[in-house]
């Protein structure tokens, strides 16, 4: 699913935030990234996103070389992609439905879709009756559930997730946990950027560790440290 | 998948109204630009209609007086045919000054219900041999004040009055409208602008879900269209005025003789009309397109 061959990514001032990656992610395995701040993990996602692209090497999502990819043709990639926020991101003057909805007007489904998808997706994050309330009125674990939603109401192949649960509690961060399992589960790949070493080790996934830009575990099944 | 007609008119009057002063301070801006450039345009058509009837060389036109006798008429024409300074002279009867009124006048039929060809003045209409302006002067002069004449007119002055105003007044118009245009074009970009930055994590969202460069351009270039529209909407008013009633009273039979024929056609109206709807469409394309290029970026 996602196939990093030889990938460079130089920031101004020779600063590298990765350094000769190489690795393969298969479709539905669920991959941490750890690493102490500034070793390269939200760079490694905002180049599998295509927010960035890397001085060398190439990167394949779904077969295909996103480096190469045009600039108009960023957006169809986009939409096999869902992305989740630390900050979750909501538009403060939307309501939940509303912006989970956006994320599917926005490349086009028609109305019927919209109505039919958001409902569905609302009741498995668990937040059907806060359909109508506005972030501000939902706990920083709704939110971040409302924003889960958002992500996934498109059915992406791949789940970025940008230390999801770097703003919550522990309890609250195992609730997400939990869904971002339950959706790995459907087939799903994640990626997700973390420094809570309680939930990698309780998971036992996949685990990437990062150091100033270079992979220096690549561990199946692995723990934080 | 196209863009829905719903979410790009919904889009863009949310942006128009998050902005409201500025939005309107931008369709002031284009309305007052647009409508010196229309007037600028409007006022170059009547100064052509006014100075139409000098066309062909004619230097100086001898009104007589309708009740001119015709011993009057003859010593007049006995005058023009002898003197060595004129090449060519055209009488123009009653009737044809008639015609030449109607046309004139085609847009303000009730003005030409009211006149007669009897009450027209025929005139001499003359082309001297040489058209420096103190010989024509020298050669209106002869006949000024004789029996018959009621009024001698001398292209030169009568040109050169209305040309004068022309310039002074066109381009005052031009400068102007161009200075505000070129503000126009400001005040989009910087209302876009602003509603880029007013919307930026909507547009992150936008680009992290997938939406396309267009998808999340085209409400902000409606934006910009919806100003420049509305601006020329108000311009067209502005200028509907202007010709109805400044510019027609400037030709009422009544008004100054230097202005008679200061008219604008419908077909011209017509035309600074969509000259003045094409302005505002490339003010708004070319604001709007900065904007957008320039700050929302892939």
């Known amino acids: ?225 | 998948m196209a863009i829905s007609p719903i979410y790009a008119l919904r889009e863009t009057g949310v942006n128009l109204w998050r902005n409201v002063l500025l939005t309107t301070a931008t369709i002031i801006t284009i309305g007052v630009s647009l409508l010196m450039f229309g007037s600028f345009f409007m006022f170059d058509y009547a100064v052509a209609n006014a100075t139409q009837r000098w066309e062909g060389g004619i230097e100086f036109v001898i009104w007589m007086n309708p009740e001119a006798s015709v011993e009057q008429d003859a010593a007049i024409q006995e005058a023009l045919n002898s003197s060595p300074q004129i090449q060519d002279h055209n009488y123009v009867d009653q009737l044809e000054t008639f015609e030449e009124f109607k046309e004139l006048f085609a847009d303000t039929p009730e003005m030409i219900e009211v006149v007669t060809p009897e009450a027209m003045p025929p005139s001499y209409r003359v082309v001297p041999l040489d058209p420096d302006a103190d010989v024509v002067e020298e050669l209106a002069n002869q006949f000024r004040g004789r029996p018959g004449v009621k009024e001698v007119v001398s292209a030169n002055e009568t040109i050169r009055a209305i040309q004068d105003l022309a310039d002074r007044v066109g381009l005052f118009l031009f400068l102007g409208s161009f200075v505000l245009l070129a503000a126009a074009t400001l005040l989009i970009l910087t209302n876009i602008v602003s509603a880029i930055r007013n919307r930026g994590r909507e547009i992150e969202i936008m680009k992290v879900v997938g939406a396309t460069n267009w998808f999340i351009r085209i409400p902000f270039m409606l934006e910009g269209l919806a100003q420049a529209v509305i601006g020329a909407l108000f311009a067209w008013g502005g200028l509907y005025a202007f010709r109805r009633f400044v510019i027609s009273e400037f030709s009422e039979p009544d008004g100054l003789e230097l202005l008679a024929g200061f008219e604008v056609s419908d077909n011209e109206f017509l035309s600074t009309s969509i000259l003045v709807l094409g302005i505002a469409i490339a003010v708004s394309v070319v604001g709007s397109l900065v904007a957008v290029t320039r700050y929302l970026d892939a």
């Open chain 1, 1 to 225: 699913m996602i196939k990093l061959e030889n990938v460079t990514k130089v920031y101004k001032g020779d600063n590298v935030a990765l350094r000769d990656a190489t690795l393969d992610i298969v479709k539905g395995e669920f991959v941490f990234l750890v690493g102490a701040s500034g070793s390269g993990k939200s760079t490694f996602i905002r180049l599998l996103n295509r927010e960035e692209v890397p001085e060398h090497g190439k990167i394949f999502v779904a077969g295909k070389d996103i480096a190469q990819l045009g600039t108009w043709k960023v957006p169809y990639l986009r939409r096999n992609i869902g992305y989740i926020f630390q900050d979750f991101k909501l538009l403060p003057n939307k309501t939940v439905g509303e912006n989970v909805a956006f994320a599917l007007e926005v490349i086009g489904k028609p109305r019927h879709v919209v109505k039919k998808q958001v409902p569905a997706i609302l009741e498995l994050v668990g937040l059907t009756q806060k359909l109508e309330n506005f972030p501000h009125e939902l706990s920083g674990g709704e939110q971040q559930r409302v924003s889960i939603a958002r992500a996934f109401v498109n059915r992406p192949l791949i789940l970025l997730a940008d230390e999801p649960t770097g703003n919550l509690d522990p309890q609250t961060s195992v609730g997400i946990m939990r869904l971002l399992d339950r959706i790995n589960r459907t087939g799903t790949t994640v990626v997700m950027a973390t420094h809570d070493r309680g939930i990698v080790d309780t998971m036992r996934r996949r685990v990437i560790e990062l150091d100033r830009g270079v992979i220096v575990r690549d561990q199946a099944r692995g723990v934080y440290e």
